[in-house]
């Protein structure tokens, strides 16, 4: 079992910044793919970015390419989302995800943290 723990969402303007962080327990963090998703009001959840395992590889979803930046400290066991020049279509509640094999389809999941752009 891996527990995940999302924190660090809020409020800002359009062209702000958050760092959404991630605290995970349970398994050896390492071992795990790890990712964030997020759903928007009214749409379904969506890929956002996602960190493979120890080896540095990063996806990202074209809509959030180079603006956001996925990164992970596994001392830590913490996962983080740095997320600039905020847009307000990047509102939603925003997922902590991991998985042994597949971040794409993961089997665990954060209860989320909200992430409001106002424009």
């Known amino acids: 079992q891996v527990q995940l723990v999302e924190s660090g969402g809020g409020l800002v303007q359009a062209g702000g910044s958050l760092r959404l962080s991630c605290a995970a327990s349970?398994?050896?963090?390492?071992?795990?793919?790890m990712g964030w998703f997020r759903q928007a009001p009214g749409k379904e959840r969506e890929f956002v970015a996602a960190?493979?395992?120890?080896?540095?590889?990063?996806d990202y979803a074209d809509s959030v390419k180079g603006r956001f930046t996925i990164s992970r400290d596994n001392a830590k066991n913490t996962l983080y989302l740095r997320m600039n020049s905020l847009k307000p279509e990047d509102t939603a509640v925003y997922y902590c995800?991991?998985?042994?094999?597949?971040?794409?389809?993961?089997?665990?999941w954060g209860k989320g943290t909200l992430v409001t752009v106002s424009s």
């Open positions: 995800v991991a998985d042994p094999s597949s971040v794409y389809a993961p089997g665990y």
């Open positions: 349970g398994r050896t963090f390492r071992d795990y793919a």
């Open positions: 960190s493979r395992w120890s080896g540095g590889s990063t």
